[in-house]
């Protein structure tokens, strides 16, 4: 059974700091999602990691995937307030049409001023 | 651009009632999957379809079924409705058309809240 692991799963950091997220999960897969939510809301679609070695940014936001270690990196540049929310890792591991998302326990994050 | 659609946002049912969610999908998207999120909790996989077939299911209780219909819209249909129903549903859509080199990326709709009193 795939087990996707996220940790920290709480975090308060300051304004202006970095820090990273991390998710691993525990059966081969390629396919790696990463979701932000806002408390009550939607989920939204922030990366789609495909291959080992993937990296990508959007604004203070960067992440990367290492297939072999079975590792996903979230990494948050000089935070900003409005970055506060839940992040989710989630993993593809059938890559079938229709196959299912397993998400991690999700990382509640707290930027203060 | 248009995006997922769930109907209705908010339902409060009594236990043992029964209970429809509405999902519809981004235009052109052809598969639907369907996700529960309890409070404070990571959302778990009930079922999908792609094409109007039943393509992968989850965790989803007998007193649940789901279908696709023609036009890709979804349906959840819930039964004797228990206390533990109560969560946030979701309804997500994907585009099979570019094929398995597409991310696949599922897009959430705004969920339906339902509480069971």
């Known amino acids: 059974e795939l087990k996707v692991e996220q940790n920290p799963l709480f975090l308060s950091m300051q304004e202006g700091k970095n820090y990273t997220i991390y998710c691993n999960y525990s059966?081969?897969?390629?396919?790696l999602y990463w979701y932000r939510q806002d408390p009550g809301k939607s989920l939204e679609s922030l990366f789609v990691l495909l291959s080992n070695g993937a990296v990508k940014q959007e604004g203070r936001l960067m992440a990367s995937l290492d297939t072999k270690a079975r590792l996903s990196t979230l990494h948050i540049t000089a935070a900003v307030h409005d970055l506060s929310a839940t992040y989710f890792c989630a993993v593809d591991m059938q890559g079938g049409r229709g196959s299912r998302l397993t998400f991690g326990e999700g990382t509640q994050l707290t930027v203060n001023p | 651009a248009a995006g997922v659609i769930q109907s209705p946002r908010h339902l409060i049912k009594e236990k043992r009632e029964t209970a429809t969610l509405k999902c519809y999908p981004i235009p052109r998207h052809d598969t639907v999957y369907w996700y529960q999120q309890g409070p404070g909790q990571d959302p778990q996989f009930l079922i999908s379809f792609y094409e109007k077939m039943q393509s992968d299911k989850g965790s989803i209780p007998d007193r649940f079924s789901a279908q696709q219909f023609s036009d890709y819209h979804s349906e959840l249909n819930m039964s004797s409705l228990e206390l533990g129903d109560s969560a946030l549903y979701f309804c997500?859509?994907?585009?099979?058309?570019?094929?398995?080199?597409?991310?696949?990326?599922?897009?959430f709709g705004p969920g339906t809240r339902l509480t069971v009193l």
């Open positions: 997500a859509s994907s585009s099979g058309l570019a094929g398995r080199s597409s991310t696949d990326t599922q897009y």
């Open positions: 059966t081969t897969s390629d396919r």
